[in-house]
């Protein structure tokens, strides 16, 4: 299955500043899939991104608060704008690899607002 | 529209006791079907996915789940659990490459 790169790890940021989230895959994939998961909770479908369009955004995402980019078929970044505490989530992406009938996901990115 | 729900949010249990985690989902369509495991403070790991073929899945470390048509769910057994077994489970529910959508969660507390 695809592997994922997912960068950073975590980070501590200040209320009003905003982070960008990169996912590196190994492999060619035509859907990106951002999701968000706060502090326990399960995980809720934020976009997916497809190379060569804009991303189409779930109810109560908008693209000015979460822009994604994705250049090729292989990266996507996931930008958390104007950020406040209730921002503090693990935020991951995943891939759809038909051949494995399957999703794989990176290891998130755990973002805590102060 | 798809939707996941897990019927329990707490499982308690003590070591090799069966366990069933509930999972019932709606879709018009044909779905795959998935669960996933998440230890503390680690990443999503898959633990069996239903694509098509037999409605009885297994995973390598003793889970099982069927897949039951007539009643939209899929629930993940254990005949016998074990302490390291203690996670959160995640039911998700795809249709063909859609992006995957999430259960709340099932919190599985196993004790000696």
């Known amino acids: 299955s695809a592997v994922i790169s997912q960068k950073p790890s975590r980070d501590i940021c200040q209320r009003g500043t905003s982070l960008t989230i990169q996912c590196q895959v190994d492999s060619q994939v035509t859907m990106m899939f951002w999701y968000r998961q706060q502090p326990g909770q399960s995980l809720t479908l934020i976009a997916t991104a497809n190379q060569g369009s804009e991303a189409t955004y779930e109810s109560g995402f908008v693209i000015d608060k979460f822009p994604i980019s994705r250049p090729n078929l292989t990266f996507s970044t996931l930008t958390v704008s104007n950020m406040s505490p209730e921002d503090s989530s693990i935020y991951l992406c995943?891939?759809?690899?038909?051949?494995?009938?399957?999703?794989?996901f990176g290891s998130g990115t755990r973002l805590t607002v102060v | 529209a798809q939707s996941v729900t897990q019927l329990d949010s707490q499982v308690p249990v003590f070591e090799e006791a069966p366990v069933e985690l509930r999972c019932n989902y709606s879709?018009?369509?044909?779905?795959?079907l998935f669960w996933y495991v998440q230890y503390p403070n680690q990443g999503l790991q898959l633990l069996l996915k239903?694509?098509?073929?037999?409605?009885l899945v297994e995973s390598i470390n003793g889970f099982e789940a069927e897949f039951n048509k007539s009643q939209t769910s899929f629930h993940l057994r254990k005949p016998s659990v074990h302490i390291s077994d203690t996670a959160e489970y995640f039911c998700?529910?795809?249709?063909?490459?859609?992006?995957?959508?999430f259960g709340k969660g099932t919190t599985l507390s196993v004790s000696s």
């Open positions: 239903y694509l098509s073929g037999s409605t």
């Open positions: 879709s018009s369509v044909s779905v795959y």
């Open positions: 998700a529910v795809d249709q063909a490459g859609t992006a995957l959508i």
């Open positions: 995943s891939v759809y690899s038909p051949r494995q009938g399957g999703y794989t």
